[in-house]
């Protein structure tokens, strides 16, 4: 079902597109009371000094004396692979990891899994398959229950989520109330 070529990530993010809390799969070894499935909020990693460093890092970008026009129009990507970057070190610290400044990552492999599409899909015997193929022996079956149990009811959130603004997405263009638009095609008049 997946790739696990690789191996297994010492940290797995489970990311819900639509909500404001993640779950995090700390499968490190020498963590301090050894593996464990916490559940975090993204009001504690988007905090003042997460829009502090991004700020910063944007500005380093943009100000730059020698910038070229090709550069800046890759200014998108830059901006992306900041918040990335910063977003990665805020998750690092609040589990308790301490990376030197003049580090660049967490020193172990950081998984990802978006719940969207057929991944959001999965449930009961597929979903608890596809955890024993990712983690393995990393997690005691008691942690990977209570990681089973969450990504259930966050997927349930996800899908909640995706069928309301689907709905409202429906009743905007019904009633017209659809806010900016985008114009395929335009006639200039001529």
Partial sequence: ???????????TLCIFPH???FIVVDAREDRPGGPAVLRLSISNILGEDFYTQVESD?????RRNDIGFLELMSIPQ???AIIRANS?????AELGINIPESDHGPGGTVGVLFFAG?????????????????????LAPQAREQLIDQ?????????????????????????????????????SGN
């Fill in 1 to 11: 079902m997946f790739d696990s070529d690789r191996g297994t990530a010492d940290i």
């Fill in 118 to 138: 057929s991944l959001l899909a999965l449930e009961g015997p597929l979903l608890t398959e596809a955890m024993q193929e990712l983690f393995g022996n990393k």
């Fill in 151 to 187: 990504l259930l009811e966050l997927m349930e959130q996800e899908r909640k989520s995706i069928r309301d603004t689907t709905r409202q997405d429906i009743a905007s263009l019904i009633s017209g109330k659809g806010g900016p638009y985008v114009t395929i095609w335009e006639s």
């Fill in 78 to 80: 830059q901006v992306e």
């Fill in 19 to 21: 909500l404001r809390e």
């Fill in 58 to 62: 944007f500005s380093k970008i943009i």
């Fill in 88 to 92: 990665l070190k805020r998750i690092i």
